[in-house]
Nanobody, 118 residues
Framework: QVQLVESGGGLVQPGGSLRLSCAAS????????MSWYRQAPGKERELVAS????????KYATFAEGRFTIARDNAKSSVTLQMNSLKPEDTAMYYC???????????WGQGTQVTVSS
């Protein structure tokens, strides 16, 4: 019954911004860390950012550091990824996951496509 629904993706120009959202249900949201992953065509799914269950601690992949911000709203069972200064290499399908920095869960949503192009 775990459900993760990503949204907010789209086409954006290099240097632009997007805010992705993930609506979670089917589990006690506040008891889990949350993460964002991305997967580009022909590449493995890679971890972008993680946030602790309280939101106190966040971690980022090197490529995301300083550009992306992960946040959560436990009252809304939602996790977001604010993406700034987007680059063409950020183009990928983005997924949320109820795992942390060191592990991923078995649950994924449908993903939301981010395309960075002129």
């Amino acid at each position: 019954q775990v459900q993760l629904v990503e949204s907010g993706g789209g086409l954006v120009q290099p240097g632009g911004s997007l805010r992705l959202s993930c609506a979670a249900s089917g589990f006690t949201f506040s008891n889990y860390p949350m993460s964002w992953y991305r997967q580009a065509p022909g590449k493995e799914r890679e971890l972008v950012a993680s946030i602790s269950f309280t939101g106190v601690t966040t971690k980022y992949a090197t490529f995301a550091e300083g550009r992306f911000t992960i946040a959560r709203d436990n009252a809304k069972s939602s996790v977001t990824l604010q993406m700034n200064s987007l680059k063409p290499e950020d183009t990928a399908m983005y997924y949320c996951n109820n795992g942390g920095w060191s592990f991923r869960s078995d649950y994924w949503g449908q993903g939301t496509q981010v395309t960075v192009s002129s």
